[in-house]
């Protein structure tokens, strides 16, 4: 690792965020952060199948139990965000996959042999795949079709869906007018979504790729401290992807079953007394 | 010899204004979800790990508009 970051740390800080294209199979060229995913998503397969033959019901610790609470903590997350827990349930898969992809993809892109330091020709040979605007773009018009469909088919047809954007009577024109701009905010997710963790990663390899240059022969020594904040920001960065999916989801899933039943907001709805934090009792009203 | 003669690097005055105007946004934002964190973590502790997840992604949607800045700055030319 000392060796590669000096190489970095003496040719100048130069990150290629354009991919760049290695192979050539047919009319499709495969470039870098392709080629990385592939290798990423076979690894992830091979972990998480050979974690999963071995998940014992009481636990023996290591590498499988790591992979438990992430699983774990996934879905008890997608679970409660849902008033119905049975309609989570079905989601959960998809949501504990992409979390994995994307904490895995982060992860191993911060090997010094990913990016700048592992090189063929000009351009580096492996790239980050969440490091590349088309790898998000991808995974964020992906993640928001699931959550369009799934949508759709819980609130029970098109007509029950949309209604979800309007507040109100879709005839009063204060109503319609919020309504159609929700709707114009609901397109711009998968732009959010996908340029959040693009540039969360591809400046996190540009601040470390900096301070390496910075250090010049104490390259490892500067650059240790923002490739352990990156090893941070790329689990949280895996954590808001999927909470924000599931959130859109399940918002549009829960306004769908809140309309069925009138909403009730009446004194009766609200309870009388709360838990404290201390146990205390207080009563109100 | 004027002002005018001087040759000034317009690209760094303009890099250095996108990075200066476009933090302030974002160092407030995230400042004012955090200490409205404290503030709620304080009035009731018991709620801290449900905030927390909450603050979480509010600091992430704050966050967005400084890395725009930041990745802005490399298409001024």
């Known amino acids: 690792m000392i060796g590669l970051l000096r190489v970095i740390a003496s040719s100048g800080p130069a990150v290629h965020v354009a991919p760049a294209g290695v192979l050539q199979i047919g009319s499709l060229t495969v470039t870098n952060s392709m080629l990385y995913g592939w290798i990423c998503t076979l690894f992830i397969s091979i972990v998480l199948i050979w974690t999963a033959h071995r998940v014992t019901i009481k636990p023996k610790g290591g590498f499988i139990q790591y992979v438990e609470v992430g699983v774990d903590f996934i879905s008890n997350l997608v679970e409660d965000s849902f008033d119905n827990k049975k309609i989570g349930r079905k989601y959960v898969p998809f949501f504990v996959t992409i979390f994995f992809f994307i904490l895995f993809n982060n ?179 | 010899m004027t002002f005018a003669d001087a040759a000034i690097n317009t690209t760094i005055i303009s890099k250095g204004l996108i990075l200066g105007g476009g933090f302030i946004g974002p160092g407030i934002g995230i400042g004012l979800v955090g200490g409205n964190y404290l503030q709620a973590v304080g009035r009731n502790p018991g709620a801290s790990k449900f905030l927390l997840g909450q603050a979480l992604i509010f600091v992430a949607i704050v966050e967005l508009f400084g890395l725009l800045a930041f990745a802005s700055i490399f298409i001024v030319a």
């Open chain 1, 107 to 285: 992860w191993l892109g911060l090997l010094p042999i990913v990016g700048e330091g592992f090189r063929r020709g000009n351009f580096p040979l492996l790239r980050p795949f969440t490091g590349d605007l088309n790898g998000t773009l991808a995974m964020g018009a992906v993640t928001m079709l699931v959550v369009y469909v799934a949508s759709i088919r819980e609130s029970g047809g098109l007509i029950n869906y949309l209604k979800h954007f309007f507040v109100g009577n879709p005839l009063n024109p204060l109503f319609l007018f919020i309504g159609l701009l929700e709707m114009l905010t609901d397109l711009t997710r998968v732009i959010s979504l996908s340029l959040r963790l693009f540039l969360n990663v591809t400046i996190g390899e540009i601040l470390i790729t900096v301070f390496a240059y910075l250090g010049h022969f104490l390259a490892p020594l500067t650059a240790l401290p923002f490739t352990l904040l990156e090893v941070l920001v790329a689990a949280l960065q895996a954590y808001i992807f999927t909470i924000l999916g599931t959130m859109y989801l399940a918002v549009a899933v829960n306004g769908a079953s809140e309309h069925a039943d009138k909403t009730d907001l009446t004194d009766e709805a609200v309870p009388g007394t709360m838990e404290l934090a201390g146990g205390e009792r207080a009563t109100h009203g």
